[in-house]
């Protein structure tokens, strides 16, 4: 399995546990993001010591009013990094407090050349925004050059496709395995475009829903998919394996 969103430096010791549980836990890979110029920092520093741990760098949303030059270049630099697989997280939310929506767009356009510049396909956080979002990619249709993906799904039936329609990716945690989701449009997903991930610490999925959450359950989130899709949790383990090698193509 490969985690594909997870937030190791939040962990104790930045998750070194469970960096050596990884083979026992049946993980391959795990895609460690970043939020901001120090944690990106971090994710590098983690993935250089450990081989089958790789990076994101890259600007969170709720931070756009903050954002100076350097910090702009600091994330560009970072960013070529041999680790370092994909721009991200970036994007829109709209639902953190007193956020500033043109301040969010200009951030995240801004992210969306670095990746492209880089060539380096990048991982997008949405929250209370997809009609906005879908409408800034629309618009920066030549900035997609290697591919981005939804990170944590949750845009629901109605914006799947037009996201798919752009080439994006789509990555489920957690949130697809609560009672209350809407998978009814899964099966319509094409199976080379699904991406399994965690958020850990956060979004721990059912069962396991209110603790802690880690890399290892991202098996909850595969075998409830694989469920909804009536195949196979093994067959569907190795699909989005080799999916996420693919969106994330330095870590083959
Ligand atoms: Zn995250």
């Given at each position: 399995m490969i985690d594909t969103h997870a937030h190791l430096y939040m962990f104790e010791l930045d998750g070194k546990d469970i960096i050596y549980n990884m083979e026992k836990d049946n993980l391959e890979r795990i895609v460690t993001i970043g939020t901001n110029v120090e944690d990106s920092r971090k994710n590098i520093e983690i993935a250089r010591n450990n081989k089958n741990v790789y990076a994101t760098v890259g600007i969170y949303p709720e931070f756009a009013g903050s954002i100076t030059e350097r910090d702009l270049e600091e994330i560009k630099n970072l960013a070529r990094?041999?680790?370092?697989?994909a721009i991200g997280e970036i994007g829109l939310d709209f639902?953190?407090?007193?956020?500033d929506k043109d301040a969010q767009i200009d951030l995240l356009v801004r992210q969306l050349k670095i990746a492209d510049e880089l060539g380096l396909p990048f991982c997008l956080h949405c929250r209370g925004a997809g009609e906005e979002l879908y409408q800034v990619l629309s618009n920066n249709?030549?900035?997609?050059?290697?591919s981005g993906l939804m990170h944590c799904?949750?845009?629901?039936?109605?914006?799947y496709k037009k996201f798919l329609d752009l080439g994006l990716y789509l990555s489920f945690s957690g949130?697809?395995?609560?009672?209350?989701?809407?998978?009814?449009f899964l099966k319509d997903i094409?199976?080379?475009?699904i991406l399994v991930e965690t958020d850990s610490p956060y979004?721990?999925?059912?069962?396991?829903?209110g603790t802690k959450n880690?890399?290892?359950?991202?098996r909850y989130v595969i075998d409830k998919i694989a469920i909804e899709l009536g195949i196979n949790p093994t067959e569907l383990e190795k699909i989005t394996s080799k999916n996420a090698k693919t969106f994330y193509f330095k870590m083959k």
């Open positions: 990094d041999e680790k370092v697989v639902h953190s407090v007193g956020f249709k030549h900035l997609i050059n290697h799904y949750s845009e629901g039936a109605s914006y949130n697809i395995t609560y009672k209350k989701s809407d998978r009814s094409p199976l080379d475009r979004l721990a999925p059912e069962p396991v829903r880690e890399p290892k359950n991202v």
